[in-house]
């Protein structure tokens, strides 16, 4: 069975190279980026300027991957990529919850963007605390450890070797 999946816009962020960007939304307070939507999907954005909140899912085009066993960025343990937020996936997919900022003409405006420049994204959702928070959630392996995103960065682990050479995004 084949799945195939088209971009319905891209990312334009400041963060320009994996290495230094932030590896989470929450390390990435105050950093501001716009989902440039084509022209055909633009429709589809009615009526979301009512929501705080977007979950954007996005494909991770410069990842290296897949890798099943990873060393993930919070951790020295090596751990099952299912357990983890690496984007070496099977299908490498990334996805964010992010505040809404401003609807424009072209697109949304999102903060605490933690996304390359030039990321495809795949889908926009909205956030609805009532479906999506989950107060008792655990964080398995992550626990005492996910408050450390805020001021970790990413480094070049993850990132497609022969693409970083050539410096921005493909």
Known sequence: MDI??????HFQTPHKHIKGMPIQPTGAQGI???????PEF???LKDIEGFSHLIVLY?????RGPELTVLP???QTPRGVFATRSPLRPNPLGLSVMPLCAVTAEGLVLDNVD????TPVIDIK???????SRPA????????????????RGDERFAAREREEGGGPR
């Not at 195939?4 to 816009?9: A, E, H, S």
């Not at 959630?137 to 970790?152: C, D, I, K, V, Y």
Request: net charge neutral; aromatic share 10%.
């Open 4 to 9: 195939t999946y088209r971009p319905i816009g």
């Open 32 to 38: 501001k980026g716009t989902i440039l939507v084509l």
């Open 42 to 44: 633009r429709e589809g």
């Open 59 to 63: 494909h991770l085009h410069r990842s």
């Open 73 to 75: 960025f919070l951790d």
């Open 115 to 118: 996304v390359l420049d030039g």
């Open 126 to 132: 909205p956030y609805v605390p009532d479906f999506d």
């Open 137 to 152: 959630a655990r964080a398995g392996w992550l626990e005492g450890r996910s408050g450390n995103a805020a001021t970790h």
